[in-house]
T-cell receptor
Framework: DTAVSQTPKYLVTQMGNDKSIKCEQN?????MYWYKQDSKKFLKIMFS???????INETVPNRFSPKSPDKAHLNLHINSLELGDSAVYFC???????????FGPGTRLTVT | AQSVTQLGSHVSVSEGALVLLRCNYS??????LFWYVQYPNQGLQLLLK??????LVKGINGFEAEFKKSETSFHLTKPSAHMSDAAEYFC????????????FGKGTKLSVKP
């Protein structure tokens, strides 16, 4: 069983479109995250949810909106996609914020 | 606030040689420390972690790291590199407790020459 899964794995879309990425974890963790990894491999945290409540909301454009319907799911919706949004997006989960995180396989978003 | 510095964005070693990837951290409280590996087109995988106790920690794939408080370091080593070790490696630190969050370094790309 995959611990942290994301869909889709690849996403190619045009500027201005709206898209969503889904994430699910079956580890029973309370905390989930979204990261953006740029072409230089730099990992930037975007959001963190603990027990379905937002606890980290870094300075990302408000076109990005996370939604956590329950503790096992954290989805990312992106409005009005821009070229600069092209990156790999990773979902992760952990038992609590200070502990090790388990990462999904990533979603490669390409905006044309 | 905590921070992580990985010295060397790119390290190249020969197969069979020692692997040493450097990580220094800054933290106002006893840290939790982690090393992750990312193979091409994959997510990050936990290699090893230090929270408390023994300062030399062993991880998967023959890697180990030593927590040195006096040097604020947590360097990753492996005695003999394999071609399959070629990947991106990330060091991370948290301050523990319920409010701590992982802070990642910028990563070190390890290349292994035959």
């Amino acid at each position: 069983d995959t611990a942290v899964s994301q869909t889709p794995k690849y996403l190619v879309t045009q500027m201005g479109n709206d898209k969503s990425i889904k994430c699910e974890q079956n580890l029973g963790h309370d905390t989930m995250y979204w990261y953006k990894q740029d072409s230089k491999k730099f990992l930037k945290i975007m959001f963190s949810y603990n027990n379905k409540e937002l606890i980290i909301n870094e300075t990302v454009p408000n076109r990005f909106s996370p939604k956590s319907p329950d503790k096992a799911h954290l989805n990312l919706h992106i409005n009005s996609l821009e070229l600069g949004d092209s990156a790999v997006y990773f979902c992760a989960s952990s038992q609590s914020p200070a502990y090790e995180q388990y990462f999904g396989p990533g979603t490669r978003l390409t905006v044309t | 606030a905590q921070s992580v510095t990985q010295l060397g964005s790119h390290v190249s070693v020969s197969e069979g040689a020692l692997v040493l990837l450097r990580c220094n951290y800054s933290s106002s409280v006893p840290p939790y420390l982690f090393w992750y590996v990312q193979y091409p087109n994959q997510g990050l995988q936990l290699l090893l972690k230090y929270t408390t106790g023994a300062t030399l920690v062993k991880g998967i794939n023959g890697f180990e790291a030593e927590f040195k408080k006096s040097e604020t370091s947590f360097h990753l080593t492996k005695p003999s590199a394999h071609m399959s070790d070629a990947a991106e490696y990330f060091c991370a630190v948290s301050e523990g407790g319920s409010q701590g969050n992982l802070i990642f370094g910028k990563g070190t790309k390890l290349s292994v020459k035959p």
